[in-house]
């Protein structure tokens, strides 16, 4: 099998962080534990890492610290918590250090995968693919400033909105599957962020209306495609 990214795991349980260990390498990820936050911060630095799994609870050095000071020296790595807190004023601080999940204990292990998945193929997947700017017929979007332009006219777009009109143009005349764009953008497939996408959809198309030669059309039970006649990233 082979070697996917590279994962700091940070777990003072023993039990647990050999066997999430052991999982991660048998679905061929690198993965390297750590049993406190400051054996973790040592690592971090000695090494190169695609993601972070951190416990929250941890002796030495919590979770939160350790992911402050990983922040401090590289804002792009993502991070994932790992709690058994469930309190919301926990989890609003873990994304407010800069987390990019936050998992709650007890999890399975298939959980744990998907999610690293999931934010991976959302932080990373996305550059090989994605260009930070496209001409969409008579639009020009800027994917960073989250800018749709026509003409003199500038519409800011939201995050979510940006992210979608990003993942539509990557995939510009392709169906864009449904549950690839929910898990690159909304992590979860599930119903309510289903219904979610449907609505971002119809704030897309308000958007690009202003240029009839552009369409996004529902492929039932696949998806959506961005109908176009040409897009240059």
């Known amino acids: 099998m082979e070697e996917k990214q590279s994962i700091l795991l940070c777990e003072d349980d023993e039990n647990l962080g050999m066997l999430l260990r052991e999982y991660l390498q048998a679905k061929g990820y690198r993965a390297e534990l750590c049993p406190d936050g400051e054996i973790g911060y040592r690592a971090f630095l000695n090494g190169k890492f695609d993601i972070c799994v951190l416990d929250v609870m ?7 610290t350790l992911a402050q000071e990983i922040r401090a020296i590289n804002t792009e790595v993502p991070i994932i918590f790992l709690t058994a807190k469930t309190l919301k004023e926990d989890i609003l601080e873990g994304f407010k250090i800069g987390a990019d999940d936050y998992i709650t204990k007890p999890f399975s292990m298939e959980e744990l995968v998907f999610r690293i998945e999931a934010v991976l193929r959302r932080v990373c997947g996305k550059k090989s693919k994605e260009s930070t700017t496209y001409n969409i017929g008579r639009f020009h979007f800027d994917t960073q400033k989250q800018l749709l332009t026509i003409d003199d006219k500038q519409t800011k777009l939201t995050t979510k909105e940006s992210e979608l009109l990003g993942l539509l143009c990557a995939h510009a005349n392709e169906i864009l599957q449904r549950d690839f764009a929910l898990k690159t953008i909304w992590i979860d497939d ?19 209306k202003a240029d009839d030669s552009i369409e996004i059309i529902n492929i039932h039970g696949k998806g959506y495609k961005l109908i176009t006649p040409e897009v240059e990233a």
């Open 58 to 64: 941890m002796p030495v050095k919590d979770g939160f």
């Open 190 to 208: 599930n119903y309510f962020n289903a219904r979610s996408m449907d609505v971002y959809i119809t704030k897309l198309r308000k958007h690009l």
